[in-house]
């Protein structure tokens, strides 16, 4: 069969189009049904710190007169989280004597004091967690309801409870030489206290 210049020219234009037209065809895919589902995932880690909002140490002068302390802290917890606070001595001590010393010579080496705890958060707004005498401060069989010496010990915030950016405050008190069954002796006295807080597990 012969075919005239023109005639060739157009087929092999046709063939062109149509060789360029298979890729395609063959990359469609017919649907196969009504229904695309696409998962997506992300996450926020969970977070809880404190810190401390101006100094974190005070010495107020006399211990033989009425005081009160108060430490403001920063909180940022974005979980439900437990707060706790321990003290070393539970109570405040002579330097250079331990809480094993009672006093020599008609005079005390201890102070005891109160401390109090409150916090803001998301939710709830000011949590006022009470007061706990210095003694209840060193171990958990007491009934100091924030006492904590670990994570994950001490006053639970509540459930879905969170405090991100909040603050809080811990006081201390301690009345003057006036309720002392025993004179304090002469020199200075030091106490620890240690917050902790961290997710509630």
């Not at 100094?55 to 107020?60: C, F, G, Q, R």
């Not at 001590?93 to 008609?106: C, D, H, I």
């Not at 309720?179 to 807080?197: C, F, M, N, P, W």
């Amino acid at each position: 069969m012969r075919i005239s210049g023109n005639r060739l020219f157009a087929a092999c234009a046709l063939f062109s189009v149509v060789c360029a037209a298979i890729p395609e065809n063959v990359q469609a895919k017919a649907p196969s049904g009504n229904t695309l589902h696409i998962d997506i995932e992300a996450s926020i880690s969970q977070r809880c710190g404190i810190s401390a909002l101006g100094s974190n140490s005070n010495d107020s002068g006399r211990i033989d007169e009425p005081t009160r302390i108060a430490f403001r802290f920063g909180l940022d917890c974005n979980t439900p989280f437990k707060i706790g606070v321990a003290a070393q001595n539970g109570a405040l001590q002579l330097v250079g004597t331990n809480s094993q010393s009672a006093g020599t010579a008609g005079f005390a080496y201890r102070k005891n004091y109160v401390a109090g705890l409150q916090f803001n958060t998301d939710q709830t707004g000011l949590v006022a967690a009470g007061e706990c005498a210095s003694s209840t401060l060193t171990s958990a069989n007491t009934n100091c309801r924030f006492y904590g010496s670990e994570p994950g010990s001490g006053l639970f915030s509540g459930r879905n409870t969170t405090a991100i950016g909040r603050e809080g405050e811990l006081t201390v008190t301690w009345q003057g030489e006036e309720s002392d069954a025993v004179r304090l002796a002469a020199g200075a006295y030091q106490e620890i206290l240690t917050i902790i807080v961290a997710p509630s597990t």
